[in-house]
């Protein structure tokens, strides 16, 4: 059974750092997508960070350029380092794998959350 667990939130000042981690278990093969989702009190869920079957990378603009995704495939972990974070930075984070080409049917880990105080 794939579990994701994601690691590495908590509360820091505006301008402040932090690097999320998400382990995939239970897995057989690295996932084909992996990608990093947001959902703050009140508002839809978005998708901060995402990268495709193929290598393919995208941020939601507001991020661009503060955070970074990046993988270590031999550990199965997905990471999310977070710069310069904004009060509107805050919000729950997912991360999110799928092992099919079109990134469909994807697994969620639980999420972690961040909140970011000016």
């Known amino acids: 059974q794939v579990q994701l667990v994601e690691s590495g939130g908590g509360s820091v000042q505006a301008g402040g750092s932090l690097r999320l981690s998400c382990v995939a278990s239970g897995v057989t093969a690295s996932p084909l997508c992996m990608g990093w989702y947001r959902q703050a009190p009140g508002k839809e869920r978005e998708r901060v960070a995402f990268e495709e079957a193929g290598g393919r990378i995208t941020y939601v603009d507001s991020v661009r350029g503060r955070f970074t995704i990046s993988r270590d495939n031999a550990k199965n972990t997905l990471f999310l380092q977070m710069n310069s974070l904004k009060p509107e930075d805050t919000a729950m984070y997912y991360c999110?794998?799928?092992?099919?080409?079109?990134?469909?049917?994807?697994?969620w880990g639980q999420g972690t959350h961040v909140t970011v105080s000016s």
């Open positions: 999110a794998a799928s092992w099919r080409y079109s990134c469909a049917d994807s697994e």
